[in-house]
């Protein structure tokens, strides 16, 4: 037998095995969804807050700074936020502004995101703000002009204090990082201390890019990851699976050309097609009109399954949830100061959010709105929802839980003085009994196969008034989030 043909059957028999193996994550779905712990539909919704950011109601800039105080060391989580983009991607859910010709509005846009950050130091009483860790997301924040981008680094980096900040990250699309220009906001993103970028890669598939209507090809975004890597950025990378067009074979493809791109940290998102905030994307709408080869769930799991696998063939391991990289020091400061250390953040830019211990704030998600607000020297709230304490104690678990490990001692501390085995101590038992959960003297974490589920499990300890779809979307079993709910 030929050599190629060798190769050949090996790669199909691994193929196969990775498939075979990703079957037993269906037979699990099966099982945890007849206990109520997943939807009967099959839908999922991603925890990232608690509660979930469409439920707060209004809030003024009084009652969000009413008790609050700056935290000890004066010290925040940075986010800013640039809603500009070349062309709606099919998938996307955010409110962007779209198109080449915005150069004019981008500069309204920063005007405004300048003296928003002026009104909401003066709230604070600070004159700068001393960052743990930077954020700069969209959007595409990279659409800038090279100009736009320096006087952005500029006025940011003048009211913010990067020199004990730990990480500086932007979040960009690959087109603003290639050819000339690409390299130059490199360039310029670097002398202002920006150390790391998450790349929406998408895919590695042309066809699916395509399908999504992203504005950039594989080579492309190949291209981009390269260049940062030259500059000695860290690279993370994102994907979306269970998209139209989407095969359990192309995705291992596809998979299989992420972990030869050598980068830092690759990221899975599995794709959502109701929003989960208000913006509706083009999404729902191309399902309803029978958009053609969107897998099933059971493919979409599988698709979950045999990502890990390849990642973890490779020494990509889960640090954050659906997050893996080969060393655990790459892993997104940002989002592992707000999911584990549950620590103090501060968001400047349209629909940006703050969280400020015991309370979240949502900004205005409509650019008039957004503008007016700061024009009359206000912030640009929208919604916001200061905890009760018990809504406290519930978000000290939920977060830590789904992205690494609750310690008793923290629980205890960050809730106002709950005691974790008592106040969950029937939810934490039944799902120990499942398998999803595992417990020491110290502390909580979830299993590999609780791991897998990590959003429902999060919603396990969610408020009845809380929980993502109502009571009867779920089989009404020991699992389901409305049982054992009390505290
Ligand atoms: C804040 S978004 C925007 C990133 C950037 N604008 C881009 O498109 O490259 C971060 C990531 O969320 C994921 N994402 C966005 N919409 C999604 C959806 N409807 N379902 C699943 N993942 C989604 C994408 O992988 C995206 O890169
Ligand atoms: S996915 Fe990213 S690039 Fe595409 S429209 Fe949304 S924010 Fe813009």
């Known amino acids: ?43 999922f919704f991603p925890s990232v807050h608690y509660p979930p950011i469409t439920m707060y109601p209004p809030i003024t800039e009084e009652e969000l700074f009413q008790s609050y105080k700056v935290p000890k060391d004066g010290v925040f989580d940075v986010y800013a936020h640039i809603p500009f983009c070349r062309q709606r991607c099919v998938f996307c859910h955010y409110p962007v502004k779209l198109g080449e010709n915005q150069i004019e509005e981008k500069n309204i846009y920063l005007d405004a995101l300048e003296k928003e950050m002026d009104i909401y130091m003066k709230r604070l009483g600070v004159d700068k703000i001393k960052a743990r860790s930077i954020l700069i997301g969209g959007g595409t924040p990279t659409f800038l002009t090279l100009d736009q981008l320096k006087r952005f680094l500029d006025f940011f980096t003048d009211k913010v204090d990067v020199s004990d900040c730990t990480q500086f990250n932007y979040d960009v699309d690959p087109l603003t990082l ?18 790391r970028v998450t790349i929406g890669t998408q895919s590695l598939d042309d066809n699916i890019l395509q399908k999504m209507n992203r504005h950039h090809n594989a080579a492309q975004a190949i291209e981009s990851i390269k260049n940062c ?8 990378i994102e994907f979306i699976f269970g998209y139209p067009g989407q095969t359990l074979e192309n995705w291992i493809e596809v998979m299989d050309s992420a972990v030869a791109l ?8 599995r794709l959502k097609v109701e ?11 191309a399902k309803e009109k029978g958009m053609m080869g969107l897998p099933s769930i059971e493919e979409t799991l599988m698709m979950k399954q045999i990502a890990i696998d390849i990642l973890a063939e490779n020494g990509y391991h889960e640090n954050l949830r659906r997050v893996y990289s080969r060393e655990r020091k790459n892993y997104s400061h940002y989002a592992d100061n707000q ?15 703050s969280s400020l211990r015991d309370r979240f704030v949502l900004n205005s998600q409509d650019f008039h709105e957004y503008y007016s607000s700061i024009e009359a020297g206000k912030m640009p709230l929208n919604r916001g929802y200061i905890r009760t304490p018990e809504e406290q104690m519930r978000w000290s678990i939920i977060l830590p839980l789904k992205n690494r490990k609750v310690w008793k001692s923290y629980f205890k501390e960050v ?12 939810k934490i038992s039944n799902l ?16 590999k196969l609780g791991a897998f589920f990590a959003d429902e499990i999060a919603q396990q300890f969610h408020h009845i008034d809380f929980i993502p779809f109502p009571r009867d979307a779920y089989e009404d079993g020991i699992l389901s989030p409305y049982n054992h709910n009390g505290v």
């Open 262 to 269: 050598d980068v830092e940290e690759i990221q899975l998102y």
């Open 415 to 426: 809730s106002g003085g709950y005691d974790l085995e008592s106040v969950f101590q029937q």
């Open 432 to 447: 120990k009994e499942w398998g999803l959960l595992v417990e020491d003297e110290e502390s909580i974490e979830l299993t």
């Open 275 to 285: 929003a989960y905030g208000d913006y509706q994307g083009p999404i729902k709408g």
């Open 178 to 195: 290639i050819d000339n220009d690409g390299l130059k906001r490199l360039e310029i993103m670097k002398s202002y201390g920006v150390n």
């Open 339 to 353: 999911c584990c250390g549950l620590l103090d953040q501060l968001g400047f830019g349209l629909t940006a959010f």
């Open 229 to 236: 890597q030259d500059l000695g950025y860290i690279v993370n």
């Open 1 to 43: 037998m030929q050599l190629v043909e060798k190769n050949f059957l090996a790669q199909n028999q691994r193929n196969q095995n990775l498939i075979q193996k990703a079957r037993g994550r269906v037979e699990d779905f099966y099982r945890l969804r007849s206990a109520g712990l997943l939807c009967k539909s099959g839908d």
